[in-house]
């Protein structure tokens, strides 16, 4: 496997798991180390092979229960099953499982979190539902960003219980697990860091990452902090120079890193009070700066739509060229399929009752469960883009996990375009006068 810089948060959160118990607070949560540690990687000296392997079974495993699920859901027409496997396959996203990152586990709980859950819906086993709060539960210790992914299900749950009622039973099933779950892995963690290193969360990574939407604020940092504000200025200027262009477009979302020694020393606070003292910070420059803080933001949206290049020791040169053409023809085929089902469904809404009807007597349980389902998708990837652009660098690795979640949306979304051919006559039927 291959290291990028934040791989060594990770090695030594999985070195202090080497009794299986954490002595200190890590700014990396414990549930892709726990991965590491299974798989014996816990130095860059490790040969990680194990990991390597694993992760790649993952990524096939992963996309192997999509295409299932897709079938299950009655979505067997050749063409949008193969554009899923193309594009699940794409080297620069399976190239993340020879990364010692969490990308590749977090795209593997998500995709099975959630097709378990619609599978559920659909009528399998309450084990598919336990599966799917156990996989999404476990999330939150692999990626932080997804936090409050439980609202985002329960949420879609309570729609659907409301416009299908006979949905409700598994609706509140479902719901459940995926209350509990979280419960038990996030809510039990954030309790094991209150009363092992009095930190209230799940990692002290906020205040640092809130520091990266606001390097063109730091002026505005009030004299009570005169101390604070030369060196944070010192270091994003330093940083300008020495890291341009390295780690997002402006070259100088690093500097925070750099300057936490000193800040350290300047203010006389350990890691745990610095977090702390980073947010609040940062909070106020944003309550003082808004328009910065949202062009901040703004240049970060470009910045996440970008190819993910897993190392250019992997893909580089005119490989990448053409592999970044294949990732923009999947961004526009996700928007034209989001875009057309969007459109399908207000032309629904605004057509004729006796349609309308006609249209929805035509829709079958699985129907209903593929439209949960995109809309679960879609929600989740919409949420994951706000968190990681207004929290963090929005970079192109902060999106490859849902990358399969926009994928399998557009490919229903394209089935649905390929069958809707067959309602056209009936559709033409209904809309035409009435003869005198």
């Known amino acids: 496997p291959l290291y990028r810089l934040d791989s060594y948060g990770y090695l030594e959160t999985s070195q202090d798991l080497n009794d299986w118990s954490l002595e200190e607070l890590h700014r990396r949560s414990p549930g892709y180390p726990i991965l590491m540690r299974l798989t014996g990687v816990q130095t860059d000296q490790d040969s ?7 992760q790649l079974l993952m990524h096939f495993g992963m996309t192997a229960v999509a295409v299932l699920t897709l079938r299950a859901l009655q979505v067997r027409r050749v063409v949008p099953l193969v554009v899923l496997l193309v594009l699940a396959l794409e080297p620069l996203i399976v190239g993340a499982s020879a990364l010692v990152m ?22 399998r086993s309450w084990l598919y539902a336990l599966v799917s709060g156990a996989m999404l ?7 932080p960003t997804f936090q409050l992914l439980a609202a985002v299900v329960v949420g879609i749950l309570v729609l659907a219980a409301l416009l299908w009622p006979y ?20 809510g ?3 309790l094991f860091n209150k009363q092992q290193f009095g930190f209230g969360g799940l990692t002290p990574l906020a205040g640092f990452n809130l520091a990266t939407r606001t390097p063109h604020a730091l002026e505005l940092i009030p004299d009570e902090y005169a101390a604070v504000r030369e060196i944070l200025i010192r270091y994003r200027h330093d940083t300008i120079t020495t890291e341009p262009h390295k780690t997002s477009p402006i070259g100088i979302t690093r500097y925070i890193w750099a300057a936490v020694p000193e800040l350290k020393a300047e203010l006389g606070m350990n ?4 977090a702390e003292f980073l947010v609040d910070l940062n909070v106020d420059l944003i ?15 470009g910045n996440y739509w970008q190819p993910f290049s897993p190392d250019p020791v992997l893909v580089r040169g005119a490989p990448f060229y053409a592999l970044s053409g294949l990732h923009a023809l999947k961004v526009i085929f996700i928007l034209l399929m989001t875009g057309a089902l969007t459109t399908a469904l207000l032309l629904f ?21 593929k439209l949960i389902g995109i809309t679960l998708w879609l929600t989740i990837s919409l949420y994951n883009l706000l968190i990681s652009i207004m929290m963090d660098v929005g970079s192109p690795r902060h999106r490859l996990p849902t990358d399969m979640l926009m994928i399998m949306s557009a490919v229903i979304a394209l089935d649905y375009l390929l069958h809707i051919r067959q309602l056209l006559p009936a559709l033409a039927a209904r809309l035409q006068p009435a003869r005198a």
Not at 102 to 123: D, P
Not at 137 to 143: E, N, P
């Open 287 to 301: 309550r003082r700066a808004p328009n910065l803080y949202i062009e901040e933001v703004s240049m970060m949206f």
């Open 271 to 274: 890691d745990i009070e610095l």
């Open 349 to 369: 809404l605004l057509t004729r009752r006796s349609v309308g009807r006609m249209v929805a007597a035509r829709l079958a349980t699985a129907d209903h469960v």
């Open 102 to 123: 969490s990308e590749t586990f977090t795209i593997f709980l998500v995709v099975v979190g959630t097709c378990a859950l619609l599978l559920y819906l659909n009528g």
């Open 167 to 186: 949905l409700r039973r598994r609706a509140a099933v479902a719901g459940a697990f995926n209350i509990v779950f979280p419960l038990l892995f996030l």
């Open 188 to 190: 039990g963690f954030i």
């Open 137 to 143: 539960g476990y999330l939150t210790l692999v990626r």
């Open 48 to 54: 990680g092979q194990l990991l390597f392997f694993v």
